[in-house]
């Protein structure tokens, strides 16, 4: 059939991939279409493994046009020095709250990875962590669905920190929305407040039942990553 790509043929897929980069580029540069310099980062960075044009595209992409995704990968490559550029985490963090704050597909990631940044101090202009701020961008990504953010809220409140006291109902609540979201030990922490009675009433039901849920979970992700490790 016409407009089909034959995948086994060799000569047939590489053609196909020089015209993915050519209408990628013209995309980019001709069009000055935000979405087609971010599918020609993808296409630098996945087919032709050139990080380097890759990174200058995303920086382009996210400085000019203010572009979501492109930010949020710029971020990541600032977080391991990729495609040449420096390892930068006050650079990633600039990144990460541009994307975070743009919305868009990676919006969420974004704003856990500020929490993270900010809870680690390194990105920070006086290189302290900063609980209060990684609180604010946790519960953002918390709110969006993203499950490990809700957990850090659960731990923060658990342990404590400077101008961040305890709070065992705050923990509680996180940690619950943490095993909603599926994370094991978001449950497996929830579970031990209520076996404790640890600042909450104690209940031993809830305690068996939050357990369960988390043996279940951490079993399901092994099932995953055998299929995964099968499938490669």
Known sequence: MAGL?????????????????????????????????????????????????????LKDNCEKNQHSESCYKLGAYYTTGKGGLPLDLKAAYNCFLKSCEQGGKKSIQACHNVGLLAHDGRANVDDQPDAVL???????????????????????????????????????????????????????????????????DKNDAKAESLKNRAKDLHKEQQEVSKTLSFGQ
């Open 5 to 57: 790509i034959n995948f086994e043929d060799e000569e047939e897929v590489k053609g196909y991939l020089e015209n993915l980069g050519v209408e990628y580029h013209y995309q980019c540069h001709k069009e000055k279409d935000p979405d087609g310099c971010y599918r020609l980062a993808d296409y630098l960075e996945g087919i032709k493994k050139d990080f380097g044009g890759a990174a200058k595209v």
């Open 134 to 200: 990684a609180r604010d961008y946790y519960i953002k990504a918390c709110d969006g669905g993203f499950a490990p953010s809700c957990f850090n809220l659960s731990t923060i409140y658990l342990q404590g920190e400077p101008k961040m006291p305890k709070d065992m109902n705050l923990a509680l609540k996180y940690s619950l929305k943490a095993c909603d979201l599926g994370h094991v030990w978001g449950c497996a922490n929830a579970s031990r407040m209520y076996k404790l009675g640890d600042g909450i």
